[in-house]
């Protein structure tokens, strides 16, 4: 059954730092792997798709990387802002039962100081 | 204006009864899911449709219960079984064509049970 790591489970950093956000899985027999954001008491917004032939993804000041063979991701995040506070999470996909599912981890929660 | 709609957003229940959150989508999508997510825990499948009058359990289906008569609607019940409901609960959509097919999510149902 695939597991899903990511450390930190909580970020704090002042405003215009760089971070990185880490993701590890345990199968390494997954389709994909994307990065979600979550805000507090809302639903989750795909920032990123890192398909499994892809080493990483960009998407303004996100950048996503993938090396399927060592079960890991990272999430780089450029110049944060305190609007990029929030919960980030992971989730490889892989194919179960006949369909595609997506497996989460806990994600981490990232604060931004102005 | 397309997307998904959860309802309702805050739903209270008394022990020992039932109750059921609706979740719609215009998106045209086949695939629909529920999820379950609980403080500081990643989101648990608890069940996913691929077609209309077809689904299937997820990881931790026992006390739920679903429907899938039309595409665009996929209710969850969470029975009197549900040994302990109070969580958030997350609906998503997706094509789940190919791997390259995200998952849309709802803003989500926030159950308390008293």
């Known amino acids: 059954k695939q597991e899903v790591t990511q450390i930190p489970a909580a970020l704090s950093v002042p405003e215009g730092e760089n971070l990185v956000l880490n993701c590890s899985f345990t199968d390494s027999a997954i389709y994909n792997l994307q990065w979600f954001r979550q805000d507090p008491g809302k639903g989750l917004t795909s920032l990123l798709l890192i398909q499994s032939s892809q080493r990483e993804q960009t998407s303004g000041r996100l950048n996503a990387s993938l090396d399927k063979s060592s079960g890991r991701s990272t999430l780089y995040i450029a110049a944060s802002q305190p609007g990029d506070s929030a919960t980030y999470l992971c989730a490889p996909l892989y194919s179960g039962a006949g369909s595609y599912q997506l497996t989460f981890g806990k994600g981490t929660k990232l604060s931004v100081i102005p | 204006d397309g997307g998904i709609t959860q309802s309702p957003k805050y739903l209270f229940r008394k022990e020992g009864q039932n109750v059921t959150l609706s979740c719609e989508q215009n998106?045209?999508?086949?695939?629909m899911y529920w999820y379950r997510q609980d403080p500081g825990q990643g989101l648990r499948l608890i069940y996913y449709?691929?077609?209309?009058?077809?689904?299937q359990k997820g990881d931790i289906a026992e006390g739920y219960s679903v429907s899938r008569e039309k595409k665009e609607s996929f209710p969850l019940t969470v029975t009197s079984a549900q040994k302990n409901p109070t969580a958030f609960y997350l609906c998503?959509?997706?094509?789940?064509?190919?791997?390259?097919?995200?998952?849309?999510f709802g803003p989500g149902t926030r159950l308390t049970v008293l």
């Open positions: 998503a959509s997706g094509r789940q064509r190919s791997s390259t097919d995200t998952q849309y």
């Open positions: 449709s691929q077609i209309v009058n077809d689904f």
């Open positions: 998106l045209n999508h086949d695939a």
